[in-house]
C-alpha cells in the first residue's frame, strides 16, 4: 500500500531558482494538504485543498502556489526560494466525516535554500 | 484561532516504565483529536484518534483521553520500550483545518 507518496525526498536550491514539490495519494480522499515543519513551531499548513478544483490558503501561504491538479494529485510550486523556505515539507490526505477525519502523511521533502 | 501545546518538550525514561505525555488546546470546538509519533526523518503516523464525543481510545500499549471542555488531552504509554523512542504529536480537527502542537521528544533508556 503506497499511501501517501512525495517527491523528491531531498532538494538543495539556491536562492531565487523554483521548483514543485509533488504528492500523489491513492486511498480516494478527497482532501489533501502542505505542512511545512520547522524546529520548534510544529506543523504549520501552507494550503489545502478539500476536493478536486478547489485550494485555500492555510496559516503561512506567502512564498507558495498549489495545483489540484486530479484527486489523486497536489503539488506545491516555490517560484522564487528563498532562505526562510528551508524546511521539511509534509503532504498529508484525509476523507470522511470530521469525527473521525485521519490524516496521512507523505515520508516528506528536505528543502534546503542557499 | 486554535493554539496546540505540548508539555514537556522532551522526556527521558528507563525502559519498563509507564508514562504519561500532555496536549492541551484552547479551543473546545473540536471534531476530533489526533496522536502521531515521527521517528527521526520521517512522516507522522497516526496512533490514535479520539472523537468529540469519546473520551477515551487504547490500542494495545497505548491510551489516549479526551476531556474537551478542559481542553486537555494525555497519552498513556505503559510499560514502555526503547523502540517507543520517537517524537509524539498531538492534533486537533477545528473548522476545516487540523493544529499541531509542537510535539514531545521521548527517549526510552535501555
Known amino acids: 500500500n503506497a499511501g501517501v507518496t512525495q517527491t523528491p525526498k531531498f532538494q538543495v536550491l539556491k536562492t531565487g531558482q523554483s521548483m514543485t514539490l509533488q504528492c500523489a495519494q491513492d486511498m480516494n480522499h478527497n482532501s489533501m494538504y502542505w505542512y511545512r515543519q520547522d524546529p520548534g513551531m510544529g506543523l504549520r499548513l501552507i494550503y489545502y485543498s478539500a476536493s478536486e478544483g478547489t485550494t485555500d490558503k492555510g496559516e503561512v501561504p506567502n512564498g507558495y502556489n498549489v495545483s489540484r491538479l486530479n484527486k489523486r494529485e497536489f503539488s506545491l510550486r516555490l517560484e522564487s526560494a528563498a532562505p526562510s523556505q528551508t524546511s521539511v515539507y509534509f503532504c498529508?490526505?484525509?476523507?470522511?466525516?470530521?469525527?473521525?477525519?485521519?490524516?496521512?502523511f507523505g515520508s516528506g521533502t528536505q528543502l534546503s535554500v542557499l | 484561532k486554535q493554539e496546540v501545546t505540548q508539555i514537556p518538550a522532551a522526556l527521558s525514561v528507563p525502559e519498563g516504565e509507564n508514562l504519561v505525555l500532555n496536549c492541551s488546546f484552547t479551543d473546545s470546538a473540536i471534531y476530533n483529536l489526533q496522536w502521531f509519533r515521527q521517528d527521526p526523518g520521517k512522516g507522522l503516523t497516526s496512533l490514535l484518534l479520539?472523537?468529540?464525543?469519546?473520551r477515551e481510545q487504547t490500542s494495545g500499549r497505548l491510551n489516549a483521553s479526551l476531556d474537551k471542555s478542559s481542553g486537555r488531552s494525555t497519552l498513556y504509554i505503559a510499560a514502555s520500550q526503547p523502540g517507543d523512542s520517537a517524537t509524539y504529536l498531538c492534533?486537533?480537527?477545528?473548522?476545516?483545518?487540523?493544529?499541531f502542537g509542537t510535539g514531545t521528544s521521548l527517549t526510552v533508556i535501555p
Open positions: 492534533a486537533v480537527r477545528t473548522g476545516n483545518q487540523f493544529y
Open positions: 479520539i472523537q468529540s464525543s469519546q
Open positions: 498529508a490526505s484525509s476523507d470522511g466525516h470530521p469525527t473521525n477525519e485521519k490524516l496521512f
